[in-house]
């Protein structure tokens, strides 16, 4: 099935430590982001990218860091930066950022980071 | 600060009776609504849209309705099941712009 996988769904990390969240895609989308989700709050931008090997900063990007080497795959770095990293990870991925005028976006089942 | 936003954090509803959610934005230059529906431990999932050229669009046991004048958006839920307890969020979106902005989120637990 086409979808959006995300790995790990749970992880702990120490303080200081750099994590890498993965995020793939099998739906052959240009488009794809990472948002974080807070309990109470809205999802919030991390990143974006349009195109391979192009992304762009959203609203929260401090911190964080993403690649985009393969249109499959937009794997997320939460750094030391990061002062609060604890949250709820979600990767969502559209046709193409014209996309998200027609609500494909589409979202993976998220990974929750929890830093010891 | 965001520009969208939830009147009401949560919601309890009888199973069988009709919810309504509401959702209010500031920004006028907005011209795409959907609302999406996230069950506990998931990722979101679209429901329903509508352009701003419109004031009310159906679905299958959902309706949203548009009103721009006081920049209102309304999600309205016919005979809610236990399978509608999620968190619902409204979000907005300029045309060609890349950016959802999303709201808070209303809690819907349906009461058997």
């Known amino acids: 099935d086409g979808g959006i996988t995300q790995s790990p769904k749970y992880l702990f990390r120490k303080e200081g430590q750099n994590v890498t969240l993965s995020c793939e895609q099998n739906l052959n989308h240009d488009a794809m982001y990472w948002y974080r989700q807070d309990p109470g709050q809205g999802l919030r931008l991390i990143y974006y990218?349009?195109?391979?090997?192009?992304?762009q900063k959203g609203d929260i990007a401090e911190g964080y860091s993403v690649s985009r080497e393969k249109k499959e795959s937009f794997p997320l770095t939460v750094t030391s930066a990061q002062k609060n990293p604890t949250a709820f990870y979600l990767c969502a991925s559209s046709p193409g950022t014209s996309g998200i005028n027609t609500g494909e976006l589409f979202f993976g089942e998220g990974s929750r980071l929890t830093v010891l | 600060g965001e520009s969208v936003g939830l009147h009401l954090p949560t919601l309890s509803v009888q199973e069988g009776d009709n919810s309504i959610i509401n959702c209010a934005y500031s920004n006028s230059a907005s011209d795409y609504f959907i609302w999406y529906k996230q069950e506990s431990g998931k990722g979101p999932q679209f429901i329903i849209d509508i352009r701003s050229n419109m004031d009310k669009r159906q679905g299958q046991r959902v309706t949203v309705l548009l009103n721009k004048t006081v920049k209102h958006l309304s999600l309205q839920i016919a005979a809610t099941q236990p399978g509608d307890s999620a968190v619902y969020f409204c979000?907005?979106?300029?045309?060609?712009?890349?950016?959802?902005?999303f709201g808070a989120g209303t809690t819907v637990t349906v009461r058997a």
């Open positions: 979000a907005e979106n300029i045309l060609n712009d890349y950016k959802l902005s």
């Open positions: 990218s349009q195109i391979v090997n192009d992304f």
